[in-house]
């Protein structure tokens, strides 16, 4: 089976040019993170300024909220590793380069 062969475009960015465009979208994915974890606070916080009383809390109430947020921050963690993952493979596209500069 061959190689399946790219065609010619007009414009192509340099790896340079890629290497920026790849760390950009990890910072702004790391930016959207950050939001949606800020959001899960404030989640946390109004539920718990709501009952400042703690007579009117029920504990299904407690364990419903408490299993929302956990649920978010574990997809929060898987989405770090992926993009930990995507980091690493862009550090290794830059240590290449040098290699094949050499």
């Given at each position: 089976?061959?190689?399946?062969?790219?065609?010619?475009?007009?414009?192509?960015?340099?790896?340079?040019?890629?290497?920026?465009?790849?760390?950009?979208?990890?910072?702004?994915?790391?930016?959207?993170l950050s939001h949606l974890i800020h959001a899960?606070?404030?989640k946390i916080q109004m539920f718990v300024g709501q009952y400042k009383d703690s007579s009117f809390?029920?504990?299904?109430?407690?364990?419903?909220?408490?299993?929302?947020?956990?649920?978010?921050?574990?997809?929060?963690?898987?989405?770090?590793?992926?993009?930990?993952?995507?980091?690493?493979?862009?550090?290794?596209?830059?240590?290449?380069?040098?290699?094949?500069?050499?």
């Amino acid at each position: 089976m061959s190689m399946p062969q790219i065609p010619e475009e007009k414009f192509r960015p340099s790896l340079e040019e890629v290497v920026i465009d790849l760390l950009a979208s990890i910072a702004l994915e790391e930016t959207a993170l950050s939001h949606l974890i800020h959001a899960e606070a404030e989640k946390i916080q109004m539920f718990v300024g709501q009952y400042k009383d703690s007579s009117f809390i029920s504990s299904k109430e407690i364990v419903a909220v408490n299993q929302s947020v956990n649920r978010m921050m574990e997809t929060i963690v898987m989405k770090e590793w992926l993009l930990l993952k995507k980091l690493e493979d862009v550090l290794q596209i830059e240590v290449q380069e040098e290699w094949d500069e050499e």
